[in-house]
């Protein structure tokens, strides 16, 4: 049973920076493409990067492309979302995904999800 585990949510203000982490457990993710999801309130589930664990392909969403960087660590199963210059409207749900299907944008590719992190962005 894969286990994805997510942390590093919070609070920060306008301009600031987090890195959020996705602990994988529960399988062998060489083959695995780890996805980042978020979620505002009222609004859908928007993709946010994905990274094939074999680190040969990342993709991101254009609203977050020069903002956010997505990293594995193989070491430890854990992939990285860095956010920087974080701004208000990044305030959302973030959640972790892992699909066997291959790179993707759409949350119905994905398998397993992650409980989610909440990162909030003060003005």
């Known amino acids: 049973q894969v286990q994805l585990v997510e942390s590093g949510g919070g609070l920060v203000q306008a301009g600031g920076s987090l890195r959020l982490s996705c602990a994988a457990s529960g399988r062998t993710f060489s083959a695995y493409t780890m996805g980042w999801f978020r979620q505002a309130p009222g609004k859908e589930r928007q993709f946010v990067a994905a990274?094939?664990?074999?680190?040969?392909?990342?993709i991101y969403a254009d609203s977050v492309k020069d903002q956010f960087t997505l990293s594995r660590d193989k070491t430890k199963n854990t992939v990285y979302l860095q956010m920087n210059s974080l701004k208000p409207e990044d305030t959302a749900v973030y959640t972790c995904a892992a699909s066997t299907r291959g790179m993707s944008r759409s949350p119905n590719s994905y398998d397993y999800w992650g409980q989610g992190t909440q990162v909030t962005v003060s003005s």
């Open positions: 990274v094939h664990w074999s680190g040969v392909s990342t």
